[in-house]
């Protein structure tokens, strides 16, 4: 089976999707270009060497870097636009995309409706973020899926060996 994992944005896959990656070996897509964290000096090419790094640690050697840059407020036709394009260029047989939840991220929302919106949600299987309802003490809300990986022993320490080569995000 050929999948294919969305990431809304570079670190998504290894804080929401590592124990998926693992198990499913999916191409992966980074649908948002970091432009944001450019007035800190924090560059996407940075960004696309971490995401680099952090899959070679879980097993994928090659990502996508889609286009859309992370400042677009009004992205979601052009995510939607890019989803349909990987569908006619590949051959996919299931897509790995965020939860759409209300209170969710924005763009996590619009990355998962585009995921259900041209490959159908018998094809998709949503993954849990995070949603801003329920802030507390600087904690964001978390749900739980009825979908969970089942995961290998070894697999949480490699998703932390993955995650530490986000140094610019430890910063």
Same mark, same amino acid.
């Given at each position: 089976m050929t999948c294919l994992f969305l990431a809304p944005h570079h670190d998504d896959e290894c804080i929401f999707g590592a124990f998926s990656i693992m198990r499913y070996r999916p191409r992966v897509a980074v649908v948002y270009r970091s432009v944001?964290?450019?007035?800190? &000096?924090?560059? #996407?090419?940075?960004? /696309?060497? %971490?995401? !680099? !790094?952090?899959?070679?640690?879980? &097993?994928?050697?090659?990502f996508e870097q889609w286009q859309t840059p992370?400042?677009?407020? %009004?992205? =979601?036709?052009?995510?939607? =636009?890019?989803?349909?394009? $990987?569908?006619? %260029? @590949? /051959?996919? *047989? @299931?897509v790995f995309a965020p939860a759409v939840e209300e209170d969710g991220h924005e763009q996590h929302n619009i990355v998962g409706q585009a995921?259900? *919106?041209?490959? &159908?949600?018998?094809?998709?299987?949503?993954? /849990?973020? $995070? @949603?801003? #309802?329920?802030? %507390? #003490?600087?904690?964001c809300g978390k749900t739980? !899926?009825?979908?969970?990986?089942?995961?290998?022993?070894?697999?949480p &320490?490699? #998703?932390?060996? =993955? /995650?530490? @080569?986000y140094t610019t995000q430890i910063a």
């Amino acid at each position: 089976m050929t999948c294919l994992f969305l990431a809304p944005h570079h670190d998504d896959e290894c804080i929401f999707g590592a124990f998926s990656i693992m198990r499913y070996r999916p191409r992966v897509a980074v649908v948002y270009r970091s432009v944001k964290q450019e007035a800190d &000096g924090i560059l #996407n090419e940075e960004r /696309m060497e %971490e995401t !680099s !790094s952090a899959l070679r640690v879980l &097993g994928v050697t090659e990502f996508e870097q889609w286009q859309t840059p992370d400042t677009d407020t %009004e992205s =979601a036709g052009r995510v939607t =636009a890019c989803v349909e394009r $990987y569908k006619a %260029e @590949h /051959m996919i *047989d @299931h897509v790995f995309a965020p939860a759409v939840e209300e209170d969710g991220h924005e763009q996590h929302n619009i990355v998962g409706q585009a995921a259900l *919106d041209v490959f &159908g949600p018998d094809h998709v299987t949503q993954y /849990m973020t $995070y @949603h801003r #309802n329920g802030w %507390e #003490n600087g904690f964001c809300g978390k749900t739980r !899926s009825r979908f969970e990986v089942p995961f290998e022993p070894h697999w949480p &320490g490699f #998703n932390l060996i =993955a /995650m530490s @080569h986000y140094t610019t995000q430890i910063a």
